[in-house]
């Protein structure tokens, strides 16, 4: 199971993190991704990170500006998100490895002023 | 970036037809392919994985084909709880990208 909370309205410029509690499976052997779908739209790849958290994989459109980690002492996964914009707004979702399974319940992130 | 291309993007079905979508991927991406249904309201669940093979759970009526570029998701007797909208998504490389989906409606 995957718990994503941390969802919230934020203005334009602003920050905040997203955590996802794992629970069901050894956390630490997996990598981890975060999926973002705004109302109405493709699901969109976000950001992906080892099982060790050595390695960490961004798209484009948030390089530089999303911070992906983990706790695998605590079964945590976490999405910092600064310098948001109003397109940033969506519904994030935290997934199991790449080929997405199992999906969470998903946390809504609104950038608006 | 590899892009994905799903066809159609919406199709009416009966209950019981056979329904078939294609995703095409801009270059060759082996078996790495998943198929996802989401209905509204709800997180995307994962149907196919490695292109051919079904998720547990997953009833039988539901195969997936193709590799290289060429992928299909077949549904051999649609039933009313089918009724979705169909993604198909590539984890050859990164960035990870997603088909735009296919909205399987009741004629």
């Known amino acids: 199971q995957l718990l994503e909370s941390g969802g919230a309205l934020v203005q334009p410029g602003g920050s905040l993190r997203l955590s996802c509690a794992a629970s069901?499976?050894?956390?630490?052997?997996?990598?981890m991704s975060w999926v973002r779908q705004a109302p109405g739209k493709v699901p969109e790849w976000v950001s992906s990170?080892?099982?060790?958290?050595?390695?960490?994989y961004y798209a484009d459109f948030v390089k530089g500006r999303f911070t992906i980690s983990r706790d695998n002492s605590k079964n945590r996964l976490y999405l910092q998100m600064n310098s948001l914009r109003a397109e940033d707004t969506a519904v994030y979702y935290c997934?199991?490895?790449?080929?997405?399974?199992?999906w969470g319940q998903g946390t809504l992130v609104t950038v608006s002023s | 970036d590899i892009q994905m291309t799903q066809s159609p993007s919406s199709l009416s079905a009966s209950v019981g037809d056979r329904v078939t979508i294609t995703c095409r991927a801009s270059?060759?991406?082996?078996?790495?392919l998943a198929w996802y249904q989401q209905k509204p309201g709800k997180a995307p669940k994962r149907l196919i994985y490695?292109?051919?093979s079904l998720q547990s759970g997953v009833p039988s009526r539901f195969s997936g084909s193709g590799s290289g570029t060429e992928f299909t998701l077949t549904i051999s007797s649609l039933q009313p709880e089918d009724f979705a909208t169909y993604y198909c998504?590539?984890?050859?490389?990164?960035?990870?990208?997603f088909g735009g989906g296919t909205k399987v409606e009741i004629k």
């Open positions: 997934a199991k490895t790449v080929v997405f399974d199992p």
């Open positions: 069901g499976f050894t956390f630490s052997n997996y990598a």
């Open positions: 990170i080892s099982g060790s958290g050595g390695s960490t």
């Open positions: 270059q060759g991406i082996r078996n790495d």
């Open positions: 490695a292109a051919t």
């Open positions: 998504q590539h984890h050859n490389n990164y960035p990870l990208t």
